[in-house]
């Protein structure tokens, strides 16, 4: 479980966080909804130590993680995975070799171990055959899946994805979203997405928290979500119900 309190972020004089509390479950995917420049991408940097806080605390399983020393701080990094935008892949590494490369930086496991493990998660995003490939040869798609092979190689138990939707068609998305979810499920992973994609509100939005201007206006569910009385958040589903009528 990740419990985030009271977290603030200010850049220059504006006041991107102000104040942001909230708590995600093991075995859930959790999502962070919300406008452009809402600050979904900072709280999310915030949770995983890229961006330091003005104030606030974030707890990981009950080990505070931004006062802890260098040591608790590398144990709990050391746990997460991250599936970034645009999936993050190094051009000059096959698929495969995209995959082992935190078994590389960070365990001291045997060749043998690196290549069995980086396969076995390749196969898990059903890319048992494209170890060999370079990232430029293949889809978008199949890129957001080698990045969730490389994200899960660790066996995390948290998982942050930043946008894991953006760029894929509509049906991809939907794969890739249950590829997210079938993995939180079965390994109990605390998992945070943030999107903009209303069919993954609906579909897995097991617990949703949406960001308005730096604040957490409301939080609920896919089953709550457009029954809300918050007007900011009914304006966002309206808008995004609009934008997917458009791309139908
Ligand atoms: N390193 C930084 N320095 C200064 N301002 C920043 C920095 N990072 C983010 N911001 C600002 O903080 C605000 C929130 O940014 P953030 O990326 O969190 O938005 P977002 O909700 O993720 O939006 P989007 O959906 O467009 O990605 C924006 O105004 C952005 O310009």
């Not at 001291?108 to 396969?119: T, Y």
Request: hydrophobic residues 35%.
């Amino acid at each position: 479980m990740i419990d985030i309190k009271n977290i603030v972020k200010t850049f220059g004089d504006r006041q991107v966080l102000k104040g942001i509390d909230g708590c995600f479950e093991p075995g859930q995917t959790s999502l962070i909804i919300g406008g452009s420049g809402t600050g979904k991408s900072v709280l999310l940097k915030c949770m995983i130590g890229l961006v330091k806080p003005d104030a606030g605390e974030v707890i990981y399983d009950g080990r505070d993680f931004l006062s802890g020393d260098k040591e608790l701080q590398k144990a709990i990094r050391r746990e997460m995975g991250v599936l970034f935008q645009g999936s993050a892949l190094f051009d000059s590494k096959t698929v495969l070799d995209n995959v082992r490369f935190p078994l590389d930086m960070l365990t001291d496991q045997s060749e043998e171990e690196k290549l069995d493990r980086a396969n076995e998660c390749l196969k898990r995003v059903g890319l048992e055959n494209a170890g060999d490939r370079m990232p430029s040869e293949i889809s978008g798609g199949m890129k957001k899946r080698v990045g969730i092979a490389r994200a899960i190689v660790l066996n995390p138990k948290y998982l942050f994805c930043d946008e894991p939707n953006s760029g894929l068609d509509p049906l991809t998305s939907i794969k890739i979203d249950q590829l997210i979810k079938e993995i939180t499920d079965e390994y109990k992973v605390t998992t945070v997405i943030i999107t903009h994609d209303m069919n993954s509100m609906m579909e897995i939005g097991e617990k949703i928290m949406f960001l308005y201007e730096g604040n957490k206006l409301w939080e609920g569910d896919s089953e709550t979500l457009t029954h809300s009385n918050v007007d900011e958040l009914n304006e966002f589903i309206n808008a995004n119900k609009l934008i997917r009528e458009m791309e139908k």
